[in-house]
């Protein structure tokens, strides 16, 4: 064995000099390099300590740089907090009559509230008005006999159309989705003693129409608490917003004192105007929102007039008020508690402030609910009720803070520290060092001290003592030697 050593060790010295001497080196190919990288080389990390202050002072400029701007990004646009979505939601939605205002509130409106109505008619109250909608009533169901002769038995009935004030109780409604009224029609019905029979079937007596007056007037009181994951949020302990056509107003405190939202005074929310506190305000307990403020920011009008539904080819000036046929809003709450133009300011500094926002939108229009009221075998009374329908969603993120999610992102520093290598490596080093004379030695300095190519397991294998071992160490380094001179030789003269 330590013959056949002498003479491996003597032939590959021979044939480094003969390599040196003709100035050629054979280099294997691109895929004998591959497999030998792959089966014969294996790589294990090394620290190369290259004493070049341009080439460090550069790594540490482009290190900053993406540390800096890295970091900058985690921390402002609040990546370092785990953001979840909302699953479980609630809501309580009451009405508020027309006269209640920020100043004057009560407990409640059957008994410590002053019941006193606003005199004055609306519009759609005027008599004009009314006999209009009558005669309109009038084409759609009556004219030219075509309606039912078994129901109505005395002919075409006159229709009385006319404005009544109704309190809370008879304008919401709140089986299934809540519903404002905006109309209600009442139809007097009878039959005969034997309802057995085939013909005992109800006849209609009396078409009488009655429009909720001021019903723009009444206020919206919505209460609602949200949870994602673990973190819970509610409208007593945020701030409001409401969104009308694209701009955003703040919904102010409904008097000194009576709201305790920490975030009312903010820096961040100085520059949002707060909308008018005759059509929306805030309290401890729930948001007063007016119904003409949901219909303006829904695009929406209760005297536009529509086909009666699933009708087709009707006289001109048949169609319908929104305000008989009735309509659907949407009404979308949006909770948030990480916003960034919110969460910095000095000195409640990375602090998380709920806040939630309404939007408003038109769903689609026939909304009405039917009931009966004082029944019996023989009578009975029909009521059809039509209004707007109220639809609550909810929807947004609430972020916490967790460290296990915090290191996650901090890990992708990893990346970047990679990247920034890699910028020095193949741009600056590469690239433009070569270009200046002053520095086109650094990419060959550079080459030479960071690889490192050990002698073959089979001469250490066949080594017999340490001199042996010294002897390939010295013949490895006179091999590194000899890249470097020619490395070198690439300098310009």
């Known amino acids: 064995r330590k013959h056949r050593a002498m003479e491996y060790r003597r032939a590959m010295t021979m044939s480094v000099e003969s390599s040196e001497a003709d100035g050629d080196e054979t280099v294997p190919s691109t895929w004998g390099r591959l497999i030998e990288d792959l089966f014969i080389v294996y790589t294990v990390p090394r620290v190369a300590r290259i004493r070049a202050p341009p080439l460090q002072i550069c790594y540490l400029i482009t290190f900053s740089l993406c540390a800096t701007v890295m970091l900058g990004w985690l921390i402002l646009t609040l990546q370092l907090m785990e953001f979840n979505e909302i699953s479980i939601s609630n809501s309580f939605v009451r009405l508020a009559p027309p006269w209640a205002n920020s100043k004057s509130l009560c407990y409640d409106y059957d008994y410590d509230c002053s019941d006193s109505p606003e005199a004055w008619t609306p519009h759609y109250c005027g008599k004009a008005a009314l006999k209009d909608l009558a005669e309109r009533l009038h084409i759609n169901f009556f004219k030219n006999g075509t309606f039912s002769k078994s129901r109505w038995v005395g002919g075409a009935p006159r229709i009385i159309a006319d404005c009544r004030h109704f309190d809370v109780h008879e ?107 005759s059509e929306c305000w805030s309290t401890k307990y729930s948001d007063y929102l007016s119904i003409d403020l949901i219909l303006k920011a829904a695009n929406l009008s209760l005297d536009s007039h529509i086909p009666l539904p699933s009708e087709a080819d009707l006289e001109s000036g048949s169609d319908l008020p929104r305000r008989f046929l009735g309509t659907s809003v949407g009404i979308d709450v949006k909770y948030e508690n990480a916003n960034p133009g919110a969460i910095f300011p000095w000195p409640r500094w990375y602090e998380f402030r709920n806040r939630y926002t309404y939007t408003f939108r038109k769903m689609g229009d026939y909304a009405s609910e039917t009931n009966i009221s004082g029944a019996s075998d023989t009578r009975r009374l029909f009521i059809r009720k039509s209004g707007i329908k109220v639809f609550v969603s909810f929807d947004g993120k609430l972020a916490s803070w967790s460290w296990s999610y915090a290191v996650k992102q901090l890990a992708i520093m990893q990346v970047v520290f990679t990247l920034t290598m890699v910028v020095v490596d193949k741009v600056i080093l590469q690239t433009v060092f070569k270009f200046f004379p002053d520095f086109s030695h650094l990419p060959p300095m550079k080459r030479y001290y960071s690889e490192l190519n050990s002698p073959t397991h089979y001469e250490f294998r066949s080594a017999q003592s340490a001199s042996h071992l010294t002897n390939m160490v010295r013949d490895t380094n006179q091999q590194r030697f000899r890249e470097m001179k020619k490395s070198f030789t690439e300098l310009p003269d």
Not at 234 to 254: A, D, H, M, R
Request: hydrophobic share 30%; with cysteine.
């Open 171 to 277: 304008t919401l409604e709140e089986e299934g989705r809540p519903m404002v009224m905006t109309a209600r029609t009442r139809t007097l019905q009878d039959r005969c003693a034997s309802p057995a029979q085939e013909k005992c079937i109800w006849h209609n007596q009396g078409f009488d129409i009655d429009l909720v007056q001021n019903v723009e007037g009444f206020f919206l009181k919505i209460r609602h608490d949200v949870m994602a994951a673990k973190v819970k949020a509610s409208n007593s302990y945020s701030t409001g917003f409401v969104k009308i056509k694209e701009k955003e107003y703040q919904l102010p405190c409904s008097s000194e004192g009576s709201c305790d939202k920490k975030d009312l005074k903010d820096l961040s929310l100085s520059n949002v105007p707060s909308c008018n506190v």
